[in-house]
């Protein structure tokens, strides 16, 4: 039988580890790409030839433009989810993107972590972002990725009663740090690959502009790019990601 001190000492240990692990819980459940204890996510399905480019934090007038050459010499579309802001100050080449067949989503107006924002904020965030797209793009926008991932249910909640699908994704990289296309793409490679040996299709983040500012070098992430299509494009279908929602 225990004291009462070691039995207090033992008790403090016991409160300790369960806050961790509900601390280390809530992080999981608000960030972890793959988690879906806050509520459901689009990811990937089991249709490992399939590929899905996506793109964060443009439109960017220093990036965006080459990326989208890419993909037309490849014959590809893509989903770009894009910052409101930038989009209404990039209207041109946000109206380009979608001109070109791309899907555009939403990206949030300022790029916050949605996961400490208050509700109206969120919804504010949302609402602004969704009327710039839909203008641009000439139709309602169906797609919405949180920044960061960072999401709580109630972010999902506001999503979805807005039309929106939340979605984030199985294969990412720190493109938006990492010099070297070479490392971008080979680290990707890695993934795409591990993701059809568990019979998943893959879900691709990279970054064609930041949400820091307008102009930022994302030479090494659109290098990586093309380094991916010469990688895929014969044995694999790129698609976007509304072909997964209506299948």
């Known amino acids: 039988m225990l004291s009462p001190l070691a039995a207090s000492i033992y008790g403090a240990i016991g409160v300790a580890g369960a806050t961790g692990l509900s601390i280390g819980g809530f992080a999981y ?23 899905a480019l996506t793109f964060d934090d443009g439109p960017n ?5 080459r990326l989208l050459d890419i993909l037309a010499e490849h014959n590809i579309h893509a989903t770009f989810f894009m910052v409101g802001k930038f989009a209404k100050s990039e209207s041109t080449i946000a109206r ?8 555009i989503g939403n990206h ?3 790029h916050p972590d949605l996961s400490r924002t208050r509700a109206p ?30 999401r709580r249910p109630y972010v999902l909640k506001l999503a979805r009663q807005l039309g929106l699908i939340p979605v984030t994704w199985n294969a990412m990289t720190t493109d938006w740090s990492e010099p070297s296309a070479d490392k971008i793409a080979q680290n990707l490679v890695g993934k795409i690959d591990s ?9 691709i983040v990279l970054h064609d502009g930041s949400h820091r500012e307008l102009n930022a070098n994302r030479s090494p992430s659109i290098t990586a790019v093309a380094q991916l299509l010469d990688r895929y494009s014969k044995a694999h279908s790129f698609v976007t990601i509304n072909e997964w929602s209506e299948a």
């Open 61 to 65: 007038p220093a990036w965006t433009p």
């Open 195 to 203: 993701n059809q040996r568990h019979g998943y299709a893959s879900n």
């Open 96 to 103: 380009r993107v979608a001109e070109a067949g791309h899907l």
């Open 29 to 51: 459940a608000s960030r972890w790409p793959t988690s879906q204890l806050f509520g459901r996510t689009l990811i990937a399905p089991r249709l490992p030839g399939q590929l």
């Open 108 to 110: 949030t107006w300022n």
């Open 121 to 150: 904020l969120v919804l504010d965030e949302l609402t602004r972002t969704n009327d710039i797209l839909a203008e641009i793009a000439g139709k309602p926008i169906r797609y919405f990725r949180p920044p960061f991932g960072a």
